[in-house]
């Protein structure tokens, strides 16, 4: 059993206006999920996505396939 914690981070491209998410990249090697949490409610539920989900999740943001925000 893993007893790592979570290390949660806003992306570099946030501009901070409190309409984040947080994700703790760091247990994708040790449970193979990337932990997912409104930034304003930390305390509050968190979404684990498969590390495969998560990565293609981003690839399509990347690519512009969820279109402009």
């Known amino acids: 059993m893993t007893t790592e914690s979570p290390r949660w981070f806003t992306s570099s491209y946030s501009n901070n206006g409190g309409q984040c998410i947080?994700?703790?990249?760091n247990l994708i090697a040790s449970r193979g999920v990337v932990p997912v949490r409104d930034s304003k409610s930390p305390a509050g539920p968190v979404l684990n996505v498969?590390?495969?989900s998560f990565t293609s999740f981003v690839a399509g943001v990347r690519a512009?396939?969820?279109?402009a925000v």
């Open 22 to 25: 947080e994700v703790a990249a």
């Open 50 to 52: 498969a590390a495969a």
């Open 64 to 67: 512009g396939e969820f279109g």
